[in-house]
């Protein structure tokens, strides 16, 4: 039987150094969530992607997304087709287990929106015609960091909140570089996963998931952090009750991750910064005092930790 280790081995023997973001990546796709990921070009973003969906086995498709860069070509299209002489539905890439969306901010806002029903409801609407998606469903998607590239369009916020998680991918450490020098400078491009896990394993993974205890004063440490980016002065917009069950849920996926039936305060404040940062705003004399990843730790350190709350 595939367990979670053999995902996580087969992922992590491809892809160097990312051990922490796939863990993130398998959280979203248990909670039927998405992933953004951030970072400068050539940092192995969409390697990334490709490699965590090669290892599931389910259909994957990708988009390139450019101005040009039509809804229909991510929903699909109802085209007349003079051999039948009927209009026939034609669904695009959004109807897959895993997509892809590479370079998301290059996109113009009125394509980037055409995801928003996929993303929140898990199925699609074509010409007044409404299609499910297949589960699990999840959109990964890549963005170079906005304030360093021309020609783009900001993700708004109703957007971002869609996204489980923003990953913001660092450049390796010298030795981790110096590996996939060895590894792959001979061969570059050559970087395979085998199919590790199906459908089917990934929602039984999600239904024990869900199974994991998580004691109340969790519960009420999660709402305390929640609470507090609201009334924070150098934050303009805090933290939703979407955001607070993102954190619950993503909570308990990491404790199971972990082999545990109990999650610890631990679980929540590794999973509260990828899950929050993209969702706040600095204020104008947050902008000019600190950065929002300095707020939301303040903010944490702030907040009395649960001493006795695992089961």
Do not use: C
Request: aromatic residues 6%; charged residues 25%; negative net charge.
């Amino acid at each position: 039987m595939v367990t979670i280790k053999d995902f996580r081995n087969e992922l992590n023997q491809a892809v160097i150094g990312r051990e922490k973001e796939f863990d993130l990546m398998l959280i979203a796709l248990l909670q039927d969530g998405h992933v953004l990921l951030e970072s400068v070009p050539g940092s192995g973003k969409t390697m990334m992607a490709k490699s965590f969906a090669n290892a599931f086995k389910g259909e994957f498709k990708r988009v390139q997304f450019t101005p040009d860069v039509l809804p229909s070509d991510v929903t699909g299209i109802r085209y007349f087709n003079p051999k039948s002489q009927d209009f026939i539905l034609k669904a695009g890439p959004v109807s897959s287990n895993i997509l892809l969306a590479d370079e998301i901010n290059r996109a113009t806002p009125r394509t980037q929106s055409s995801l928003l029903e996929a993303m929140e409801e898990k199925q699609v609407t074509i010409d007044g015609e409404t299609l499910s998606l297949p589960r699990p469903f999840m959109v990964i998607a890549t963005q170079n960091p906005i304030e360093s590239q021309q020609g783009t369009f900001p993700l708004p916020a109703a957007q971002l909140d869609r996204f489980l998680f923003k990953l913001n991918i660092d450049y390796p450490t010298f030795e981790e570089e110096h590996e996939i020098l060895k590894q792959y400078g001979q061969k570059p491009g050559d970087i395979k996963t085998k199919t590790i896990i199906d459908a089917e394993t990934v929602l039984k993974w999600a239904e024990e998931a869900r199974k994991v205890s998580v004691h109340e004063d969790i519960e009420k440490y999660i709402l305390k952090i929640v609470r507090a980016t609201r009334e924070h002065p150098f934050l303009d917009l805090g933290l939703s009750s979407r955001a607070a069950l993102a954190i619950l849920q993503a909570t308990r996926t990491k404790a199971y991750l972990e082999g545990r039936d109990f999650a610890t305060p631990d679980d929540v404040k590794a999973i509260v910064p990828p899950v929050a940062l993209h969702r706040m705003e600095l204020s104008t004399e947050g902008v000019l005092t600190k950065s929002i990843d300095e707020v939301l730790q303040e903010i944490i350190v702030s907040i009395p930790t649960p001493l006795e709350a695992t089961v």
